[in-house]
């Protein structure tokens, strides 16, 4: 008779937290639109968005379906899109510029690794941790501004 109760417990719990780990944040951008995130929390690794929505005048003007952890650049003219969890990243950063709402060429590393970004205006900064040790770091910067539009195929 005891093993039920607690059985019982375990049920609403684990039916609980599945329904956790699903939020929403918004952003201002510069020219009074908003961007709206969609996160879902992980159990290892990064929190992350799954999608994007650019709203104006409270009006869905698009959605972005995306994976990984946004960081805009300072101006909120730029997002750049890593998919990292807690064994290294994925080799694909996706960029956005966020006045016409265009994803631009991603950058594509040359490999599965662990790394770090930030903005230096519309510069990406890219700090590679190599997985052997008694290698260095590597730095890599890279102008955004002049990156070609990318039409992502829908396979």
Not at 65 to 77: D, M
Request: aromatic content about 10%; glycine content about 6%.
């Amino acid at each position: 008779m005891k093993k039920y109760p607690f059985l019982l417990l375990l049920l609403l719990t684990t039916t609980t937290l599945a329904n956790e780990g699903k939020w929403t944040t918004t952003e201002q951008l510069p020219n009074s639109d908003s961007i709206k995130f969609f996160w879902v929390g992980a159990y290892e690794g990064h929190d992350s968005i799954y999608k994007i929505e650019i709203i104006r005048n409270k009006g869905l003007v698009k959605t972005i379906g995306v994976h990984g952890q946004p960081l805009f650049n300072t101006s909120r003219k730029y997002v750049a899109i890593k998919n990292c969890w807690h064994g290294g990243c994925r080799n694909e950063i996706r960029l956005f510029e966020l006045t016409d709402y265009n994803e631009l060429q991603p950058i594509q590393m040359n490999k599965k690794s662990v790394f770090n970004l930030s903005w230096q205006d519309s510069i990406l900064n890219i700090q590679v941790t190599p997985a052997n040790k008694n290698e260095n770091v590597n730095i890599t910067s890279i102008p955004v501004e002049n990156r070609n539009v990318f039409v992502r195929s829908s396979n």
